[in-house]
């Protein structure tokens, strides 16, 4: 129980993460002249030396050639994914607002989740979709709709 109290807390305290980049890439593009994509290039290079630090600092063993090849190809769509949601914080967050944007985040972020379970598509365990995540999931599209126009 105890690992899972912990779990949750470091799941909510990634989507404030997220909350938090979004809202500073937005204002970050403002104050590169409005422009989205130098936002989010030095955003991105603010990740790669973050990494770059933590695998100076930490020295894990490198993975070995083979295990790079074997990879599948969705393994490797994370970074312009990632690049592409850096720059929808820095378009979109000061148009929408933080609440609205990241309120349609997750509910994109759930409905292809609920397909992705279902499925079991990029290597994850089936988790079949149900009445109770199909209700979850119009809910959190009813906060949206709460979010935008209440």
């Not at 936002?39 to 290079?45: H, L």
């Not at 083979?66 to 820095?90: S, Y």
């Not at 499925?119 to 209700?135: D, E, K, N, Q, Y």
Request: hydrophobic share 55%.
């Amino acid at each position: 129980m105890g690992t899972t109290i912990i779990l949750i807390l470091l799941a909510l305290l990634t989507g404030c993460c997220i909350a938090l980049q979004a809202s500073a890439n937005s204002s970050f593009r403002s104050n590169l002249g409005n422009q989205p994509l130098y936002a989010a290039y030095f955003s991105i290079c603010g990740t790669f030396v973050t990494a770059s630090c933590a695998l100076a600092l930490l020295q894990p063993p490198p993975p070995s050639w083979l295990a790079i090849q074997q990879t599948p190809w969705w393994n490797w769509i994370g970074g312009p994914l990632g690049a592409l949601i850096v720059l929808a914080g820095a378009t979109l967050t000061r148009e929408l607002g933080a609440a609205l944007f990241i309120a349609l985040v997750i509910a994109g972020q759930l409905l292809c989740s609920l397909i992705l379970d279902h499925f079991a598509w990029i290597g994850l365990p089936r988790h079949s979709v149900t009445p109770g995540r199909l209700v979850g999931a119009l809910l959190v599209l009813a906060g949206v709709i709460c979010i935008k126009y209440l």
